[in-house]
T-cell receptor, first 112, second 112 residues
Framework: GENVEQHPSTLSVQEGDSAVIKCTYS??????FPWYKQELGKRPQLIID?????GEKKDQRIAVTLNKTAKHFSLHITETQPEDSAVYFC???????????FGTGTRLKVLA | NAGVTQTPKFQVLKTGQSMTLQCAQD?????MYWYRQDPGMGLRLIYY???????DKGEVPNGYNVSRLNKREFSLRLESAAPSQTSVYFC???????????FGDGTRLSIL
């Protein structure tokens, strides 16, 4: 069935360094890819999303890249700060469905 | 503008009891969703409602029922709670398919 694999499951970086989280999806019909940030005890919040007609999208320190041929997409956070510490989830969705398929999450720790 | 509101925030039940989780959104969204989140398993879709008057099963529907009461409200019912249903439940809404989903704060449910 459809699935999204997310790696790594945990990631520790020094403050100021970059962090990269990767997701691979199985269904080639997927064309919408959101990323969510979830702080401890809080709701998932959308931080960036990308559609399949775009290869890269940036928003300040956050960027997402998409490789449709390889069926993977990545979240890049530059100049990390302690407040970036959270669990990040990727997801994939395709036309005609209302379902997101979520990855299992990456716990990012930014060390001061 | 509250977004997506879930009640209650916390609940403890005994095995076999019934319970309805409430969700309301004030963004005039067409689509609404119920997820459960368990440690290490990300978010899994229980049921969704693409539009008022329709509901469909997600990935893990067994043991749950839903009602789309009107465009704003989507409730999740546990008819006979089981310990395996101990989880954090999130409601979400979106304008339609292939767009960002907005989450509520969650309901933390423990079943003894």
């Amino acid at each position: 069935g459809e699935n999204v694999e997310q790696h790594p499951s945990t990631l520790s970086v020094q403050e100021g360094d970059s962090a990269v989280i990767k997701c691979t999806y199985s269904d080639s019909a997927s064309n919408y890819f959101p990323w969510y940030k979830q702080e401890l005890g809080k709701r998932p919040q959308l931080i960036i999303d990308i559609r399949s007609n775009v290869g890269e999208k940036k928003d300040q320190r956050i960027a997402v890249t998409l490789n449709k041929t390889a069926k993977h997409f990545s979240l890049h956070i530059t100049e990390t700060q302690p407040e970036d510490s959270a669990v990040y989830f990727c997801a994939a969705s395709k036309p005609g469905t209302y379902k997101y398929i979520f990855g299992t999450g990456t716990r990012l720790k930014v060390l001061a | 503008n509250a977004g997506v509101t879930q009640t209650p925030k916390f609940q403890v039940l005994k095995t076999g009891q019934s319970m309805t989780l409430q969700c309301a959104q004030d963004m005039n969204h067409n689509s609404m969703y119920w997820y459960r989140q368990d440690p290490g398993m990300g978010l899994r879709l229980i049921y969704y409602s693409a539009s008022e008057g329709t509901t469909d099963k997600g990935e893990v529907p067994n043991g749950y029922n839903v009602s789309r009461l009107n465009k704003r409200e989507f409730s999740l019912r546990l008819e006979s709670a089981a310990p395996s249903q101990t989880s954090v439940y999130f409601c979400a809404s979106s304008e339609g398919s292939l767009g960002p989903q907005h989450f509520g704060d969650g309901t933390r449910l423990s079943i003894l």
